[in-house]
């Protein structure tokens, strides 16, 4: 592999990774997110029992159907 071959590929590496990481603290922040909001919801009384046990549903399936949240 010649060295400018080897560079580009780092670079890719490199870019992949502060992607992945990018990416990653998105998805604490929205985690984060709904945690303080269910939290709220629970500590107002907004929500009641039912909800407080339904509340894993919200995981299993979203709207496009991904189910990997």
């Known amino acids: 592999m010649t060295k400018q071959f080897t560079q ?6 490199e870019a992949r990774g502060k992607a992945i ?3 990653n603290t998105e998805l604490i922040n929205v985690y ?4 303080a909001y269910i939290s709220l919801q629970l500590q107002q009384a907004v929500w009641g ?7 894993g549903c919200l995981y299993q399936k ?3 159907g991904d189910k990997r949240i």
Do not use: D, F
């Open 8 to 13: 580009i590929v780092l670079l890719i590496q």
């Open 21 to 23: 990481s990018a990416v």
């Open 32 to 35: 984060w997110k709904v945690g």
């Open 49 to 55: 029992e039912k909800n407080r046990n339904g509340t």
């Open 62 to 64: 979203e709207p496009s």
